[in-house]
């Protein structure tokens, strides 16, 4: 019996791209949608005006009136879904008439949730073509990863001002209570960092990736340590040192525009806030060998990453196109075969599940409140480019599988206190100094 060879994934796409040329209707997102609304409502009215209706079943979930119009998005919507969806709404080809954008993509956060988020086999065929790169896009070397953080990170402080609490923080908060303010949920970030890291007076501290200088300078006030901070932005390296200065803890918090893999000397402690995200998985040996070489032989390091409760996948391309270049979100299963490797001990690990998407709630909430100023400083585009950054954030962590996790690390097994107890009593003792001196 002849045996009959598996088709590979690009004859699939170019297929199925040939049956696209020869059907001038909704087809193929048709198809696509048809698989994916099964849950709720769908409505979109097409190019021509004409409406369509998937799903259908109101009573399970919410029901959104999408608006397309650019027969275009056909075609492009269902070969690279998440990258001509946000490129759409930000081109405003895209709308929710009577709907919003977060209702849309609740409504497909859901329906991916119910369905385990099996694609179809054309996207199964797309998305093994895409993981043989996944290498190529998460290249960050010296020079390189610079160019990508500036792509984010400078353009212009003024934004960041305009939308982030007091203190510039510009990764998930820590609400002590549902209804915590932003400048609240920050402060207790910083103090739950903190009472990790366990200070002592004396103490040199290493900041990776140490933004605009709210925890660095956080830490020199709640303890008499030293602390370097380093980053690849220029907007932020200027502004923090600038902030420690007015703190007046200039004389013990440096920050310099390096990247860490230059850095020579030891410390005492080690602090990683929002950075890991942009080293990528091909540099995980390379980053948790650096800070092997860089700790203490007691010493303690915290590392503070968004991660995602899934097996390996691939950055959504429209955030790695127009917000974080080069940047990934790993699985665990990712991150412990490196640490492994380094000979780094694993002294405690938490995780943080929704409170990053009630910190994007609050950045959405105020970027909508200066929306006007921010459209005068740039442009409409720049404006929708964000809502849609924001709010499918936003999504990824309410409904998706994104979280943020807390690793301790260190060199040897008891170089933090073998019981966990010690984080509650340090908080308190945290906190009290920040009433007598913050």
Same mark, same amino acid.
């Given at each position: ?308 409760? =899934?097996?390996?996948?691939? %950055? *959504? #391309?429209?955030? +790695?196109? &127009? $917000? /974080? ?84 690390? =260190?060199?040897?097994?008891? %170089? *933090? #206190?073998?019981? +966990?107890? &010690? $984080? /509650? ?14």
């Amino acid at each position: 019996m002849r045996r009959v060879s598996p088709a590979k994934p690009l004859d699939v796409c170019l297929r199925l791209e040939s049956l696209i040329e020869e059907d001038g209707d909704m087809f193929p997102l048709s198809k696509l949608l048809s698989h994916l609304i099964q849950v709720g409502s769908l409505k979109v009215i097409d190019a021509d005006g004409k409406t369509h209706t998937f799903g259908g079943r109101v009573a399970l979930g919410p029901s959104v009136t999408m608006q397309l119009s650019d027969a275009g998005l056909y075609k492009s919507l269902f070969f690279n879904p998440e990258l001509a969806a946000g490129e759409a709404y930000m081109d405003g080809t895209l709308s929710f008439p009577g709907s919003s954008l977060r209702d849309f993509l609740a409504l497909v956060s859901l329906n991916q949730n119910r369905s385990g988020g099996r694609p179809s086999p054309f996207h199964r065929a797309v998305g093994a073509i895409a993981r043989r790169l996944k290498r190529f896009q998460q290249s960050n070397p010296i020079g390189k990863a610079q160019q990508n953080i500036a792509h984010h990170y400078d353009i212009g402080n003024k934004l960041y001002r305009l939308f982030l609490d007091d203190g510039l923080f510009y990764s998930c908060a820590y609400f002590e209570t549902d209804d915590a303010s932003l400048e609240a949920a920050q402060r207790a970030k910083c103090r739950l960092v903190a009472a990790k890291l366990s200070l002592k007076p004396g103490q040199k501290i290493l900041d990776i990736g140490s933004g605009w200088g709210g925890l660095a300078i956080y830490l020199a006030q709640m303890e008499d340590v030293h602390v370097l901070g380093v980053t690849l932005s220029k907007e932020q390296h200027a502004l923090a040192n600038e902030r420690a200065k007015a703190a007046g803890v200039s004389d013990r918090v440096k920050f310099e525009l390096r990247d860490y893999r230059e850095i020579q000397q030891k410390f005492d402690r080690i602090v990683s806030v929002g950075m890991f995200e942009h080293v990528g998985v091909p540099r995980y040996d390379e980053f948790f060998a650096k800070v092997n070489e860089l700790i203490s032989d007691d010493g303690v390091m915290l590392l503070h990453s968004i991660g995602h409760m =899934s097996p390996p996948s691939m %950055a *959504s #391309p429209w955030l +790695r196109k &127009y $917000i /974080f270049p080069g940047a990934y979100s790993p699985s665990l299963s990712e991150v412990f075969p490196a640490v492994e490797r380094s000979r780094l001990w694993v002294t405690d690990c938490e995780f943080l599940r929704l409170h990053y998407a009630m910190t994007l709630r609050h950045w959405h909430t105020r970027f909508e409140k200066s929306r006007a100023q921010i459209a005068r400083m740039y442009d409409e585009r720049f404006c929708r480019m964000w809502e849609f950054y924001l709010i499918s954030a936003e999504m990824m962590f309410r409904t998706g599988a994104q979280e943020v996790f807390h690793l301790q690390l =260190s060199r040897k097994r008891d %170089a *933090s #206190p073998i019981r +966990r107890d &010690y $984080i /509650f009593e340090a908080l308190r003792q945290l906190k009290q100094r920040e009433a007598e001196r913050l």
